[in-house]
């Protein structure tokens, strides 16, 4: 995976020497190399090439089995990555819905941003938003999206006598797209589509989200996240108009991972709670 002896050492926690030693034995059990050696690092050969796969294959079975075993849970135990805004807007306050039909699974949460890697991690399935790309898991979409631009009834305060549609200048942005998402909607509400620019700019949907609730500016909101704001006229859309996004949400695991039962009962709980959203 590193390419390299010094990288693999400090991933593994062991010396560079240790590392080496053991390829060398490797190879000569083999009696053939796996390892081309080169400036910039380690090559591998034809053999090291059929054999890699075959042995993260392993690896990764073993390590499914240890990690069941480490935490005692047997089958009945789900850990869930999951993105922070997601988890705070749309399936806290709906898992109860979820524990109550199933008794018999305990389910941790692991919350982050980042994408973590399901054969290595102690987790056993992700809920991500995305296009459904990632390579090396199955990734089943389960709710799709709007986007539309909503503010908090403490915004206007701030700018009393302005209409929302004048005050889209204030625009805070929380995703990688949002310049992209902001010109389509401009267009689908037949406005220039030039650049807006940020008043605030967040890494984080969640923060973002506090920002706007806290009357800080207008927001391009996803529709899972901001529906209960909405009906509780915390948020406040800017117009009727909204525009799909191009990515949704996705219940991602391992292929191995598919058939387990917790894993099977929680795929089909989100399916049923998004198409009744």
Same mark, same amino acid.
């Given at each position: @995976?590193?390419?390299?002896?010094?990288?693999?050492?400090?991933?593994?926690?062991?010396?560079?020497?240790?590392?080496?030693?053991?390829?060398?034995?490797?190879?000569?059990?083999?009696?053939?190399?796996?390892?081309?050696?080169?400036?910039?690092?380690?090559?591998?050969?034809?053999?090291?090439?059929?054999?890699?796969?075959?042995?993260?294959?392993?690896? !990764?079975?073993?390590?499914?089995?240890?990690?069941?075993?480490?935490?005692?849970?047997?089958?009945?135990?789900?850990?869930?990555?999951?993105?922070?805004?997601?988890?705070?807007?749309?399936?806290?306050?709906?898992?109860?819905?979820?524990?109550?039909?199933?008794?018999?699974?305990?389910?941790?949460?692991?919350?982050?941003?980042?994408?973590?890697?399901?054969?290595?991690?102690?987790?056993?399935?992700?809920?991500?938003?995305?296009?459904?790309?990632?390579?090396?898991?199955?990734?089943?979409?389960?709710?799709?999206?709007?986007?539309?631009?909503?503010?908090?009834?403490?915004?206007?305060? @701030?700018?009393?006598?302005?209409?929302?549609?004048?005050?889209?200048?204030?625009?805070?942005?929380?995703?990688?797209?949002?310049?992209?998402?902001?010109?389509?909607?401009?267009?689908?509400?037949?406005?220039?589509?030039?650049?807006?620019?940020?008043?605030?700019?967040? !890494? !984080?949907?969640?923060?973002?989200?506090?920002?706007?609730?806290?009357?800080?500016?207008?927001?391009?909101?996803?529709?899972?996240?901001?529906?209960? !704001?909405?009906?509780?006229?915390?948020?406040?859309?800017?117009?009727?108009?909204?525009?799909?996004?191009?990515?949704?949400?996705?219940?991602?695991?391992?292929?191995?991972?598919?058939?387990?039962?917790?894993?099977?009962?929680?795929?089909?709980?989100?399916?049923?709670?998004?198409?009744?959203?």
């Amino acid at each position: @995976r590193h390419g390299n002896l010094s990288r693999a050492a400090e991933a593994l926690h062991v010396t560079h020497g240790a590392v080496s030693k053991q390829i060398t034995a490797l190879e000569a059990w083999l009696g053939t190399p796996v390892f081309e050696r080169t400036a910039r690092g380690l090559i591998p050969t034809e053999a090291g090439t059929v054999l890699a796969p075959v042995v993260a294959q392993a690896f !990764d079975a073993l390590a499914d089995g240890v990690r069941r075993v480490r935490r005692g849970a047997g089958p009945s135990t789900l850990t869930i990555s999951v993105l922070p805004s997601f988890a705070a807007h749309w399936l806290i306050h709906r898992l109860p819905r979820f524990l109550d039909r199933h008794p018999g699974i305990d389910v941790r949460f692991f919350t982050t941003r980042r994408v973590v890697d399901l054969t290595r991690e102690d987790v056993d399935l992700a809920i991500r938003y995305g296009r459904g790309d990632w390579p090396g898991v199955h990734a089943e979409k389960f709710l799709e999206e709007s986007l539309t631009p909503v503010y908090a009834p403490a915004f206007l305060d @701030r700018h009393p006598g302005r209409a929302p549609m004048d005050l889209l200048r204030h625009a805070i942005h929380s995703h990688h797209n949002d310049d992209i998402n902001w010109r389509r909607w401009r267009e689908a509400a037949g406005l220039p589509a030039d650049e807006i620019p940020a008043a605030s700019e967040y !890494d !984080d949907t969640a923060v973002a989200m506090q920002a706007v609730l806290g009357g800080q500016g207008i927001m391009l909101g996803r529709s899972a996240l901001i529906r209960d !704001d909405l009906a509780a006229g915390r948020l406040v859309r800017v117009s009727e108009i909204d525009i799909p996004s191009t990515e949704a949400n996705y219940m991602v695991c391992l292929e191995r991972s598919r058939s387990r039962a917790a894993v099977r009962a929680f795929r089909d709980w989100l399916v049923e709670e998004a198409r009744d959203a």
